[in-house]
């Protein structure tokens, strides 16, 4: 019996989780290292022969204790926290599963038929002629299951219909949703009926038309893209508890035309808390690290009660003040907070699956947020690794004064003639493309020197972006000089934090919270929504407004300038 225990079980234990469809990111994330993207031994030898240990495999450290884990590479001896590969996948389909083309309209209604889905218009066979409504449209019956169905205006059975283009400019023009009814003389819940109406136009347009990005050529209309977050807030409505509701708004833009090709939200509208705390504890989740749970992509009940706790540690609430105390720790009507890396990470995968039709080189100018840095060079590990992906990190001071700024573009301008010789009034009257190149030439020059990798600090200060630090993840030996100094110039995040304005300034609830001295240390907003899924679907009602449609004024949308469109779309169109 004594021999039998010394026997090494022949089972090898993991030590970092096992892959999901093809996606494993717990890896060296080091770009500057040989091991950079190479998959490590997976299992704990420790305890067993040396002979079955892979001399050609890497094998690095897996340290840390409780929720979080780290992998710390034997090259190297850089450190990232490991990351749950499943939870990653299922984050990504559901992301991706948001634009999914809907079912054709002129199809068998029947799910148990054979029909069902397949267009009149494309298989005339399957159906017949039979009759009309009484309103003219052509009604059609199944010549499998003899069901009938019509084919007629989208807003035929809505209420009042003729208020749906109002609600759309309202709703993406600052007016809070109160607001809204009083104009139209809609009730709040035909309001939110017409919400989910557009929304669903929204849904079915996109799952059509972003289907193009392949065709775009990306060589004329620019390869770099601008990647930052806001953060948004949800009303809590019980008086006990009343906060506001952190949900971090994630947005990807081209940064030539503008256009936002990915923007989301840092939660799950159809998720119940209550639910996910079950699984937890009949899995045994917690009392495993993150990275190896069964349910790792949202929030527990558990941990939305300690977040509640926290940003309400503060706030005195007298018991007559509010005697209603709601037990139920649940967002308002449903819903559950994404884990931010897991959200940055499904979001750079979907950016990739966007772009990865062509062998062009592009460039991804991040905000100066580690986790963001890292989902992106996971994600984009086999392209950086072919050097066809560049990931810059931008660092600015966002809160000096206008004042501030103004002085500190007038250095700028100092520190620019004196670099290049140039009087500012010569520097004016030079064509654009030489202000580039004599800008190139001189930021060059000043790199000459420095480690790869190491942050620069742009002398050349702007308006928008004031004591600019620049930092590229992805420099190598081999790349080129000029290209080097280019990349500093180009790493702006104007574009999309340009779309982060606009959102500030045209939707009610995305307006920065108040606070006043009778709020007793509360922010709180009476415009602020409650429920998490009118939040994501107004964000991406505007996302669609602005890539598309664009205010009265506007002569070319985004998706004109990135060749998905040859006009602007008309609101007779999208209601059509």
């Known amino acids: 019996m004594n021999a039998l225990t010394k026997i090494s079980s022949p089972v090898l234990r993991r030590r970092l989780p096992f892959p999901s469809y093809g996606i494993d990111i717990n890896f060296c994330r080091n770009p ?48 990232s ?36 889905g397949q267009a009149q218009s494309e298989h005339p066979t399957f159906y017949r002629k039979s009759g009309r409504t009484a309103k003219g449209a052509q009604r059609w019956k199944c010549k499998a299951c003899l069901t009938s169905f019509s084919v007629g205006s989208r807003i035929r059975r809505q209420h009042r219909s003729t208020a749906n283009r109002d609600v759309l400019w309202m709703i993406t ?29 929204v849904v079915d347009i996109t799952a059509r038309r972003e289907g193009m990005f ?17 953060t948004l807030h949800l009303n809590w409505p019980n008086k006990k508890t009343r906060a506001q509701i952190a949900v971090q708004h994630l947005c990807t833009a081209h940064a030539n035309t503008g256009y936002i090709v990915a923007a989301h939200l840092a939660l799950d509208p159809a998720v119940h808390l209550p639910d996910i ?52 720790l649940q967002l308002p009507h449903s819903g559950a907070l994404m884990r931010q890396d897991i959200m940055q990470l499904a979001h750079a995968f979907l950016l990739r699956r966007l772009l990865g039709k062509g062998g062009e080189r592009f460039v991804f100018v991040l905000d100066a947020d580690s986790g963001l840095a890292l989902a992106f060079i996971s994600a984009f590990a086999p392209w950086v690794k072919d050097g066809t992906a560049d990931v810059v990190v931008v660092q600015f001071d966002k809160h000096k004064s206008n004042d501030q700024r ?17 009087s500012q009034s010569a520097w004016a009257a030079l064509d654009y493309q030489d202000r580039l190149d004599q800008t190139d030439a001189v930021i060059e020059a000043m790199m000459r020197g420095m480690p790869l990798g190491a942050p620069f600090e742009w002398p050349f200060h702007t308006k928008s972006e004031p004591s600019r630090r620049v930092r590229l993840l992805t420099d190598r030996p081999s790349m080129a000089a000029d290209r080097r100094a ?32 009778s709020g ?37 949308t985004p998706a004109m300038k990135l060749g998905l469109a040859r006009g602007k779309m008309r609101v007779n169109e999208f209601f059509a």
């Open 32 to 79: 500057q290292c040989d091991l950079f993207a190479e998959a490590p031994d997976p299992y704990d030898k420790r305890g067993k022969s040396s002979a079955g240990v892979k001399s050609n495999q890497p094998r690095g450290r897996v340290i840390g204790s409780g929720d979080e884990k780290t992998f710390k590479c034997g090259a190297c001896g850089q450190s």
């Open 81 to 116: 926290i490991i990351k749950n590969n499943s939870a990653i996948v299922e984050e990504y389909r559901r992301l991706r599963n948001r634009f999914r083309a809907a079912l054709p309209q002129d199809s068998c209604p029947n799910r148990m038929c054979g029909h069902h």
């Open 173 to 201: 023009n600052g007016l809070p949703i109160s607001k809204i009814a009083d104009f139209t003389g809609l009730c709040p819940r035909d309001v939110y009926r017409k919400i989910d109406f557009i929304y669903d136009r």
């Open 214 to 230: 392949e065709g775009v050529n990306w060589s004329s209309v620019g390869r770099r893209f601008a990647t930052d977050s806001q």
């Open 277 to 328: 705390e079950a699984r937890m504890t009949t899995s045994g989740d917690f009392a495993r690290p993150r990275a190896f749970r069964s349910q790792a992509r949202v929030w527990s009940e558990t941990e939305f009660k300690a977040y509640l706790d926290k940003i309400t540690q503060n706030v005195a609430v007298h018991p007559l003040e509010a005697p209603d105390i709601d037990l139920d």
């Open 406 to 422: 103004n002085m500190l573009v007038s250095e700028g301008k100092v520190a620019l003639e004196l670099a290049t010789g140039i």
């Open 486 to 517: 280019r990349l500093m110039r180009l790493a702006t995040l104007r574009s999309v934090d340009a779309y982060f304005h606009k959102v500030r300034s045209n939707i009610r609830f995305a307006a920065r919270p108040a606070h006043t001295p």
């Open 520 to 556: 007793n240390g509360r922010a709180w907003d009476r415009h602020y929504l409650y429920n998490p899924e009118t939040m994501t679907k107004v964000i991406e009602i505007y996302r669609f407004v602005h890539n598309w449609m664009g205010p009265s004024k506007t002569k070319e």
